[in-house]
């Protein structure tokens, strides 16, 4: 039986960061967490140690920032914003999950056998 709802894969974790502050302006910690999970259709779990190991992560290579603010429950929170150096890592990225989640796909989805390798020119 399959879990109804899974942990998030290993290295997809800032791609979803990232591309969540993207759209969605600063936020924090927990907005991340629940708008990844809301996307994910209560699919995937967003642990909250996970997320803030996460922050610190892309904190630390700079492609994101944060300062102090007040949360919607009038509380003292850190609000995540993606840097320039991350939207370029985030373009990175999103080219590089592309590209392999098609070589997944392609391998999950091949007929038996070997593909036919291309005809060599002069043959």
Known sequence: ???????ILQGTLD???L??????????????????????????????????????????????SAKWGTSE????????SITRAGRAQLTAETENWERISGLIGRVLHAE????EAPAKAGS
């Open 15 to 17: 791609l979803m960061v």
């Open 1 to 7: 039986m399959v879990e109804p709802r899974s942990a």
């Open 19 to 64: 591309k969540t502050l993207e759209q969605m302006g600063p936020l924090h910690g927990y907005g991340i967490a629940r708008r990844i999970e809301q996307l994910g259709e209560q699919a995937v779990i967003v642990n909250q140690g996970t997320i803030y190991l996460g922050l610190v992560r892309l904190l630390q290579k700079r492609w994101i």
């Open 73 to 80: 429950n009038n509380r003292k929170a850190k609000f995540y």
């Open 112 to 115: 038996h056998g070997l593909p």
